[in-house]
């Protein structure tokens, strides 16, 4: 890439929604972009992502886009766990598995008799595809003939750069996310992936920030791109909002990824005996150095909480809610976060009306967002970034679950696409302006804390998963 790039093409796939953002590295901000669901498909073998239709969205969102504003390289940012099977002819050998699907968890016993240890990987065991070296083993054993047939193996970021470039890459990010398949210690793949004779279907590892290349010629020709401009390697999503705050923040610090799942990150934390079985795990950082992190699925839960509610709630509301004491018990989603077979409750006198129950979804979320941060040691100050950011419930609440500073970034409608944007120049980087820090919410607040707390020690959800 020569000289210093300024408008930058982010494909953002989150588990949720599909992405196409262009960011002004100037600012940096957000100046356009393009938006669609990102369904699973049900047919085939197993469920699976739509990957034609997710191209079609690119390549007609990057012609959009091209004739509104110059673009000068193009990065991918994509959730976890996920990842393409290629064949010698460059197309898939087996579709894109959907993550959520329990077809690994058919061969659990056995998967688990190979699997490396977490103090090898940093990453617990997780059900249905959540291990992505799960998927690979179940895959290989229930479609045998068709996983014969995989030429290359690339995390989903990297699929998509391969699509635009026609180069193959591999990047620690995606690999180093709970994956089975990382070894952070070591910077290099697992016991898992020579055990089972992966190694050499593993595409080349490339950092992040490289440039693979330029687009291929026909997508030049379709949506309008400069033949010459390059596609960046790309990166996990929620180390894309890390990122950032690693190049301009001094640690202590946590970052808190919020979206479909929300991802604590503590940045040089307190020590902390992570614990698998409550879904912890090492982050690998765009520059592989590991991040302990926690995880649940609360985007997902607050979704459930919320279903069907008339939006909006007061402040009478939130006092009411704070005065009763009514609580929301893990755990809506099972099987992931630091309470993964605890049931789902609630905890009230009378009828909840829908305002109060909005505001005791978001206190929900708080907790175990604070309960998250805990678990990993976090320390400082705790930058919330995603859709929870304008969620003042929340911002408040956690502030007074933690006792300590929280600062709102939304300053973009995910920090994914910023992070992202970051690979293709990080000289640009100023020091973080907090522009939004939460104020102490007051002792009723904390009260409450203490109570659910309280009442989750009471329950014994604090002594197990």
């Given at each position: 890439m020569t000289g210093r790039p300024r408008h930058i093409a982010v494909i953002d796939i989150g588990k949720t929604n599909a992405k196409l953002a262009l960011v002004d590295l100037a600012s940096p901000r957000e100046i356009d972009h393009r938006r669609m669901p990102n369904a699973v498909q049900t047919d085939g073998p197993y469920p699976h992502h739509d990957v034609d239709r997710l191209w079609r969205f690119i390549l007609d969102g990057l012609a959009e886009l091209r004739q509104r504003h110059p673009v000068d390289a193009l990065t991918v940012t994509t959730h976890g766990a996920t990842a393409a099977l290629l064949d010698s002819k460059g197309g898939l050998a087996l579709p894109v598995l959907d993550y959520e699907h329990d077809g690994p968890d058919t061969l659990a016993s056995d998967y688990d008799a190979v699997r490396p240890d977490f103090s090898e990987s940093g990453s617990p065991r997780l059900p249905a595809g959540l291990n992505l070296g799960a998927q690979f083993f179940w895959q290989s054993r229930?479609?045998?003939?068709?996983?014969?047939?995989?030429?290359?193996?690339?995390?989903?970021?990297?699929?998509?750069?391969?699509?635009?470039?026609?180069?193959a890459a591999n990047e620690v990010t995606s690999l180093g996310c709970h994956t089975d398949l990382w070894n952070p210690a070591a910077g290099d793949f697992s016991s898992l992936v020579d055990r089972m004779s992966w190694r050499a279907l593993m595409a080349p590892v490339r950092p992040a920030q490289d440039a693979l290349?330029?687009?291929?010629?026909?997508?030049?020709?379709y949506t309008g791109l400069e033949p010459t401009t390059q596609v960046l390697c790309g990166i996990h999503d929620s180390n894309a909002s890390l990122l950032p705050h690693l190049l301009s923040r001094l640690p202590p610090f946590s970052v808190v990824s919020t979206g479909t799942w929300v991802v604590a990150m503590a940045v040089g934390g307190r020590p902390a005996a992570l614990d698998p079985e409550r879904d912890t795990l090492i982050n690998v950082s765009a520059s592989g150095d590991p991040v302990p992190s926690a995880r649940f699925m609360g985007g997902r839960e607050y979704a459930v909480l919320t279903d069907g509610l008339e939006q909006g709630w007061t402040e009478d509301d939130v006092a009411a809610v704070l005065s009763k004491g009514i609580l929301h018990l893990p755990s809506v989603q099972q099987g992931s976060g630091p309470f993964?077979?605890?049931?789902?409750?609630?905890?009230?006198?009378?009828?909840?009306?829908?305002?109060?129950?909005?505001?005791?979804?978001?206190?929900?979320?708080?907790?175990?967002?604070?309960?998250?941060?805990?678990?990993?040691?976090?320390?400082?100050?705790t930058v919330t970034e995603g859709p929870f950011a304008t969620n003042d419930l929340f911002l408040r609440m956690l502030s007074a679950a933690t006792g300590r500073g929280v600062v709102a970034d939304a300053g973009s409608a995910t920090g994914t696409s910023i992070g992202a944007t970051l690979l293709a120049d990080y000289s640009g980087m100023r020091s973080s302006n907090d522009r939004k820090i939460i104020e102490y919410p007051g002792s009723h607040w904390n009260s409450y804390a203490r109570r659910w707390l309280a009442e989750i020690k009471a329950r014994g959800l604090a002594d197990r998963p």
């Open positions: 229930a479609f045998p003939s068709a996983f014969a047939n995989v030429a290359a193996i690339m995390a989903y970021p990297q699929y998509w750069a391969w699509r635009l470039t026609g180069i290349g330029p687009v291929l010629p026909d997508i030049a020709g993964p077979r605890s049931r789902a409750a609630w905890v009230c006198d009378g009828e909840i009306g829908s305002g109060e129950r909005q505001v005791a979804s978001s206190f929900y979320l708080a907790m175990m967002t604070a309960v998250c941060l805990d678990l990993v040691g976090a320390d400082g100050v």
